[in-house]
């Protein structure tokens, strides 16, 4: 008992974030409840193609390069006390890159519009801008260890989207304007950066060439994760009806919101991880990897478990009996669920390691392996098939990793030991 409280006080502060975290996932869960009964499932099915257009410009109009400032501005933070040379560079980066998106948008705004089928390519754009900002801040916070700040900002922005959607009626664009007027609100957030984090302009060449190359890396693999959403919704859409990818992407959002609590791991561990690894901090590496990272797996698998038994009602309650169908769907996804929970920690290891290459490169290959086997499952299984695609393809990557990753662990912290003793001797 003493060892579980002792345990419970020395991880407070991620506890405290894995539960604004959650916080944030069930504010999400119940907008999503008030727009799904509000809307009718075709309309639900145009919002999510224009939720997925949204996810696209967004993914590859900056988030892209948002982990450069985790990673580098964590690395930079423990070595010279500000974010200076990284936060610069990425600005760089965001740029040339939101201008290239500008100039792309503007060129092919009727095509997005007919698309999506309505009129909200506008909309769109502001929205992209608005993300940055978000985004920006998010993972300053998380660079600089202001972990609960970070988390706060979404707190905030689904807090004043609930109560928008709860005072005001909606259609599909008024939801896309609800959502611009509600993350604008984050910008108040820049009231908590450190001035001496960031400084005055500073380039240095070889900085914002390590900073670039991994962004790019990233944009390479974020394509791979976007994809995979985006190629299920683009199956269903093709070989079946609108109303069938309201359904899907009833059980999709729901499985995505649990499925991305695994990326508190890797966001709240990432500033440590990598100081552990840069340090040679072996038996702080063992602990995470072979202590930490059992017990943090064991408490979501049995999570996982307790929502799949109840998943029934979960679903018929939160959206409806005629959402019944989205039951066996959410259930497959959240199968490649679990394994996604233990990937996150090789996520760190590539990460920190300075392997973003091969992970991104992972990220591709999931999503080419989903696409395909959407086109096939979709015909064997019907509307289950793509979700049996995503868990598989997340199964698969997941087994890579585990072969490429475990053994390198295993050897680093046993070099570590040695290191020190060697050291040790020499002193």
């Given at each position: 008992?003493?060892?579980?409280?002792?345990?419970?006080?020395?991880?407070?502060?991620?506890?405290?974030?894995?539960?604004?975290?959650?916080?944030?996932?069930?504010?999400?869960?119940?907008?999503?409840?008030?727009?799904?009964?509000?809307?009718?499932?075709?309309?639900?099915?145009?919002?999510?193609?224009?939720?997925?257009?949204?996810?696209?410009?967004?993914?590859?109009?900056?988030?892209?390069?948002?982990?450069?400032?985790?990673?580098?501005?964590?690395?930079?933070?423990?070595?010279?006390?500000?974010?200076?040379?990284?936060?610069?560079?990425?600005?760089?980066?965001?740029?040339?890159?939101?201008?290239?998106?500008?100039?792309?948008?503007?060129?092919?705004?009727?095509?997005?519009?007919?698309?999506?089928?309505?009129?909200?390519?506008?909309?769109?754009?502001?929205?992209?801008?608005?993300?940055?900002?978000?985004?920006?801040?998010?993972?300053y916070f998380l660079a600089v260890k202001k972990q609960l700040m970070s988390s706060m900002l979404s707190v905030t922005a689904k807090v004043i989207y609930l109560l928008m959607i709860l005072i005001f009626s909606f259609d599909v664009k008024t939801l896309i304007v609800l959502n611009i007027v509600s993350h604008t609100t984050v910008l108040l957030y820049i009231a908590g950066m450190d001035k001496k984090d960031i400084g005055k302009f500073e380039f240095d060449s070889d900085w914002f060439r390590e900073v670039l190359n991994f962004s790019l890396w990233q944009l390479f693999g974020f394509s791979g994760l976007y994809l995979i959403n985006f190629g299920d919704t683009a199956v269903i859409k093709h070989f079946m009806t609108t109303e069938d990818v309201g359904i899907y992407n009833a059980a999709y959002k729901l499985f995505n919101s649990v499925a991305n609590l695994a990326f508190v791991i890797s966001s709240y561990y990432a500033g440590s991880v990598t100081q552990y690894f840069a340090n040679n901090e072996s038996e702080k590496i063992k602990r995470f990897f072979y202590r930490e990272r059992f017990i943090i797996f064991g408490l979501s698998t049995i999570a996982h478990i307790v929502v799949m038994v109840f998943s029934k009602p979960i679903i018929t309650v939160l959206y409806g009996d005629r959402y019944v169908q989205s039951v066996i769907i959410f259930?497959?996804?959240?199968?490649?669920?679990?394994?996604?929970?233990?990937?996150?920690?090789?996520?760190?290891?590539?990460?920190?390691?300075?392997?973003?290459?091969?992970?991104?490169?992972?990220?591709?290959?999931?999503?080419?392996?989903?696409?395909?086997?959407?086109?096939?499952?979709?015909?064997?299984?019907?509307?289950?098939?793509?979700?049996?695609?995503?868990?598989?393809?997340?199964?698969?990557?997941?087994?890579?990793?585990v072969f490429y990753c475990e053994k390198r662990i295993k050897i680093m912290s046993k070099e570590g030991r040695m290191n020190d003793v060697t050291t040790e001797k020499q002193s």
């Open positions: 008992m003493n060892g579980i409280l002792s345990l419970i006080v020395s991880k407070k502060n991620f506890i405290i974030y894995a539960l604004l975290k959650v916080l944030i996932m069930v504010l999400s869960l119940v907008t999503n409840i008030f727009i799904v009964r509000k809307l009718t499932v075709s309309d639900f099915g145009v919002f999510s193609v224009a939720l997925m257009f949204i996810g696209l410009i967004t993914t590859f109009g900056f988030s892209w390069s948002s982990s450069s400032i985790l990673y580098y501005g964590s690395r930079e933070k423990a070595k010279t006390g500000s974010i200076n040379k990284t936060f610069w560079a990425r600005n760089i980066i965001i740029e040339v890159s939101l201008v290239i998106t500008t100039i792309l948008f503007a060129l092919l705004r009727h095509q997005i519009n007919e698309y999506i089928g309505l009129d909200v390519a506008f909309l769109i754009l502001i929205w992209l801008y608005i993300s940055v900002a978000e985004d920006y801040l998010s993972h259930n497959i996804l959240m199968i490649g669920s679990i394994f996604r929970y233990l990937a996150v920690f090789y996520t760190l290891y590539y990460n920190t390691n300075k392997k973003h290459k091969v992970l991104q490169y992972i990220n591709i290959v999931r999503a080419v392996l989903n696409l395909v086997l959407d086109i096939v499952f979709i015909q064997l299984f019907g509307l289950i098939g793509p979700a049996i695609a995503t868990a598989v393809a997340l199964i698969v990557t997941f087994l890579y990793s």
